[in-house]
């Protein structure tokens, strides 16, 4: 069987492979959650820094090598920095099952850290390596369709297996091992050239300009819908529902960001340059919901319009970062612009903390209500710039859809 890439074609085990890449790229984090409450129990002689040091430094550490990786990628070493990153990363994952301290977790979950952060601009750098045009967008929205969708299920996983034995959830870091022996098939069939029409081919070099707005951009929005993930368990409690509900709702943003991805092209097609600005104004409605009104059906509304307008962005923000650099730099763009993802994760508390003292309202719906005012701002930036780069989608990026 072979797919069509609009360079020409690729077998179904090549596919395979890039999707397993973008599969494993949002492993990092996931064993650590469903234990967090009981490290202090499983060691208890750990210290305050020290677990803080294990839930935060890993995570530091993927945003200077997902930039590495972007920049040793302009050298034509994809797939070697690849299949070094996934080894890493899944012999890191087997030796965190046989960890028996913390100081040991903390060092293993940094270099599983940092073989994260080599494989997560490839993930879309390979989905841009090896698809150019409308094969590439819909590619892109498949790539985080995958990607959200093992964020949900590995989740879930790792949380029952956290009731059996501690060292269990850290079975999921072992599934870059498949994605490692997947992605030795693509030595078989490297990636063609760049068609000569393409948007790429026109680049001398990365545009500054344009990369810097999709960064602002793209941190943004990711730090405007995190609020979710952060406070709605606090909101829950609030709200006197039974705290099972908030995974629900965390599972149900996951699954409708992973959602447009899987007609990402068509949405384009539809929408044009209105695609953007109403993609916000569904994040704005989502939060609007989940921070005024207290029943059930209306949270589960607000996260699954969030997560859907936010699931639309993400993969044109991808596809952008591509088409303002040559071929060679692509990876390279695209991982300055994923480590923004990172940043935000790691800033939103603090941004949070700090709105609340400003303005000194320590409430539970503070957060949802501050972002969905922050959200329609930007909304309106967007309904002016509706055929601008950043913004809005101009008629040269989406006729070629």
Partial sequence: MKINTGKGSISLLVLLAIWSVSAVSSLPGLAISPILGDLTRIFPHATDLEIQLLTSLPSLLIIPFVLLAGKLSEGRRQIGLLLWGLTLFFLSGVACLFARSMGALILISCLLGIGAGMVIPLSTGLVVEYFTGDWRIRQLGYSSAINNLTLVVATAVAGYLADINWHLPFLVYTLPGIALLLCTALHQQPSQEEPQESLQRQQQR???????????????????????????????????????????????????????????NRLIRTLQS????????????????????????????????????????????????????????????????????????????????????????????????????LVLILAVAAAFQRRGFVLGLDERYYVQQ
């Fill in 274 to 373: 209105q695609t953007n600005l109403l993609s916000l104004l569904l994040v704005a409605v989502g939060l609007i919901c989940i921070g005024y009104f207290r029943s059930r059906g209306m949270l589960l509304v607000g996260v699954l319009l969030s997560g859907f307008g936010y699931g639309v962005m993400q993969p044109i923000i991808y596809d952008k970062a591509a088409t303002i650099a040559p071929p060679r730099s692509a990876t390279l763009a695209l991982s300055f612009v994923m480590a923004m993802n990172y940043l935000a994760v790691m800033v939103c508390p603090f941004i949070l903390t700090l709105a609340r003292d400003i303005f000194h309202l320590h409430n539970e719906v503070f957060a949802f209500r501050m972002n969905a005012v």
């Fill in 206 to 264: 990365i545009d500054g300009r344009k990369l810097v707005g999709l960064m602002l951009f793209y941190f943004f929005i990711t730090y405007l819908v995190l609020v979710i993930t952060y406070d709605i368990d606090f909101l829950i409690d609030h709200y006197h529902i039974a705290s099972s509900f908030s995974g629900i709702l965390i599972s149900m943003f996951f699954l409708a960001i992973m959602l447009p991805g899987l007609f990402i």
